[in-house]
Structure formats: C-alpha cells, structure tokens
C-alpha cells in the first residue's frame, strides 16, 4: 500500500544544515515532493524529483533520493531562524489519473535555535 | 501572478447543517485537487477536478462532494456536518493533470464544526 514516514522534529541551530529524512513505500511513485507549512498557512511548494533522478539541487535545498531503498532527503544549508516550520514529504504516482493524489507524510517539525 | 484563492479563510458551522468551501486557481490551471488536513489523520485527498470532471477521488464519505465550473474554478460541499469534519480544507491547481505537473496549494479554509 502507499505510505510515507518522516520524523516529527528536528531542531537545528541557526547557520547549521538541517537534513529532513522520508521514507516511502510505493516502488511506483514516479514524483516525490518537498512542501513547507508555516504556522495558519497552507502548504508551500519548496522542490520535487522525478524518480529517474538521484539528486536536485536549488539554492539552498538539496534533495538526495534512494531509490532502491525508497529514501528520500532534503538538505538545507546555512538554516534560518525563518526555516522554522513543518516540512511534509509526498509521493504521487504521476500517471494521468494519479498525479493530483499526492500521499503526504505526516510533517517533521523543523526548529531552528539562533 | 497571483496564487490559488480559497474563501473564505474562516467558517463556523453547527452539527448537522452543510458548508460550501470556493476555490480559484492560479490563472492558467486547468486541474484542482482538494485536501483535508486535521491533526489526526494529517493530510488527506478528497478529490481531484479537470475539465469540470472528478478524475480521482479519496476515501470519504459521499457527505464531501465538489464540482469545477468552466472556468477552472471549484467548490466543494458537505453535507450533514459533523464534529470530526472540523479541519482545514486546502485547495490545490496544477497546470494539467500530467504527473510533471506540481500541486501549488492555497491558505486554506478552516472550518470548526460545534
């Protein structure tokens, strides 16, 4: 069945990497997706990787994806104290019917300390 | 350009009465996608929306219904409210429904049921 686990707190220190870890389980998601939700928002789009890749970079962000073991991360580099917020990590099967069905996981809490 | 719009941000409803939730997309997207988001269950799909036909939807009770007018735009509608429906409902549009296509997400309508 399709699920994804994250971790549900991180805390950094300010100027630190911070590296958000995912885990999922459908071996046929073809879009995996990185979302920021600040506090009375909605969800932010940060990055996504298709699963022929194993790495995307974008400024700040990097995303590493293990495909054989289903594993995915997000790195972001010299964290802000305004990085502070909920990260959800989703899967979509992107095919025709799918893609706008995305599994979410259940958010890490990322606390960054000056 | 000017992000998903959802209406209103607020809404307070008693058990038992039916709620209608509005959606504008980003200018340009044709596909919109509906989520809840509660503590509990995290964040679920509803349903998904293209050419003002449902092409997916989630696992939820046939009180959540939607539709997509001409112009893209959404609503969605349940019926017989009751407690646990208290959530934030998010609305999401994407270019096409193709799997490239990322989920951009609005604020939100928080929706408290008494």
């Known amino acids: 069945g399709e699920d994804v686990e994250q971790s549900l707190f991180l805390s950094v220190r300010e100027g630190d990497s911070s590296v958000i870890n995912c885990t999922y389980t459908d071996s046929s998601s073809t879009y995996l997706y990185w979302y920021k939700q600040e506090p009375g928002a909605g969800l932010q789009l940060l990055t996504y990787?298709?699963?022929?890749?194993d790495m995307k970079q974008d400024q700040r962000l990097t995303v590493l994806l293990n495909k054989k073991d289903k594993h995915l991360s997000l790195r972001i580099a010299d964290t802000q104290t305004g990085d502070s917020a909920i990260y959800f990590c989703?899967?979509?099967?992107?095919?025709?019917?799918?893609?706008?069905?995305?599994?979410f996981g259940q958010g890490t809490e990322l606390s960054v300390k000056p | 350009k000017a992000g998903v719009t959802q209406t209103p941000r607020y809404l307070i409803k008693t058990r038992g009465q039916q709620v209608t939730l509005s959606c504008s997309p980003i200018s340009g997207h044709r596909s919109v996608s509906w989520y809840q988001q509660t503590p509990g269950q995290g964040l679920q799909f509803l349903f998904e929306?293209?050419?003002?036909?449902?092409?997916n939807k989630g696992n939820f009770p046939g009180r959540f219904s939607g539709r997509q007018f001409s112009n893209s735009r959404s609503e969605m509608n349940v019926s017989t409210l009751e407690l646990g429906d208290s959530a934030l409902y998010l609305c999401?549009?994407?270019?096409?429904?193709?799997?490239?296509?990322?989920?951009?997400f609005g604020n939100g309508t928080r929706l408290t049921v008494t």
């Open positions: 929306y293209f050419s003002e036909t449902q092409r």
């Open positions: 990787i298709f699963s022929n890749m």
């Open positions: 989703a899967e979509s099967m992107g095919i025709y019917n799918q893609g706008g069905k995305l599994i």
């Open positions: 999401a549009s994407r270019a096409d429904p193709g799997g490239g296509s990322p989920l951009h």
